[in-house]
């Protein structure tokens, strides 16, 4: 089940320290109010079915879930709008703060303009620390090369896969990452749709225990190459790239140069829609 931003619940709890009338609030509560009655409808449809097991529950999670995709990312539009109109005061500030991470690259890079007034605000340092991890995997640079173990112990490197010709997804991910194993059924479907067509996965786990890794992939029917240092945290992936979160990925082009970064839910598919055609 995915998870709206609830910026009016979270975020402007810290309103006060805007010396400006924050005119968008109401908006961004109704939006908020939208998501809860959502959530509500889930949690009433798990009372009858906690595992979600049946058919049915299945479909509405899907729906439910889908439902509050595109409220998130309506969210996320309101919290670019109010950046863009509010370059010359503090108003930005609390909304880039607790959005930061679904603004994504683009929407940080817009937020963090050093004219901005607000930019020196102290509330901004964890945004400008994440905005530089970005850097380090941003559109237009080329892949860095990782050189790991897969999962029967033999040493592989990325470039095996990526600049060969082919757009390749580099998963980031771990077994023990409960939004990972929520997206994964994602990126399967959309491997299985696409993978004919030249389509190609890299999963680069943040594990430390093989087996656990080695688990997952089979549960969750991941059938592309797979690497890991086994390291968790401290694998080489997370400085080459920049990673201080997961899931997170990147898409590569054929000429192994990162197109676009943390496709996840809807905008993977319609990226490779975009791509391959239907």
């Not at 817009?110 to 905005?131: C, G, I, M, R, S």
């Not at 994602?186 to 080695?214: C, I, L, P, T």
């Amino acid at each position: 089940m995915k998870r709206i931003l609830t910026i009016a619940l979270i975020a402007l709890t810290t309103l006060t320290a805007c010396a400006q009338e924050d005119v968008y609030k109401a908006e961004m509560e109704v939006l908020d109010a939208q998501g809860e009655a959502i959530l509500q409808q889930y949690r009433e449809l798990m009372k009858n079915d906690p595992k979600g097991e049946q058919p049915a529950t299945k479909a509405k999670v899907t729906m439910l879930s889908d439902m509050l995709d595109s409220l998130g990312q309506v969210q996320v539009q309101l919290v670019r709008r109010i950046i863009r109109e509010n370059k010359d005061n503090e108003i930005p500030v609390p909304y880039i703060k607790n959005a930061m991470y679904e603004l994504g690259y683009e929407g940080l890079k817009e937020a963090l303009d050093p004219k901005a007034v607000y930019y020196n605000n102290p509330e901004l340092a964890k945004a400008k620390a994440l905005f530089s991890h970005y850097d380090k995997r941003k559109p237009g640079t080329k892949f860095h090369e990782l050189t790991m173990l897969d999962m029967n112990g033999k040493e592989v490197r990325l470039s095996q896969w990526v600049g060969r010709g082919n757009y390749v997804l580099i998963d980031f991910w771990a077994s023990w990452c409960g939004p990972c194993l929520r997206e994964m059924p994602n990126v399967v479907a959309n491997y299985e749709k696409y993978h004919k067509k030249g389509f190609e996965v890299v999963g680069v786990s943040f594990d430390q225990k093989q087996d656990a890794w080695m688990a997952a992939v089979q549960q969750l029917g991941m059938r592309w190459p797979q690497m890991s240092d086994l390291l968790g945290w401290k694998s080489a992936a997370a400085e080459s790239y920049g990673i201080s979160s997961i899931p997170s990925s990147v898409l590569v082009d054929p000429q192994g140069n990162i197109l676009a970064l943390d496709l996840r839910g809807r905008a993977l598919g319609e990226k490779l829609k975009e791509i391959y055609g239907e």
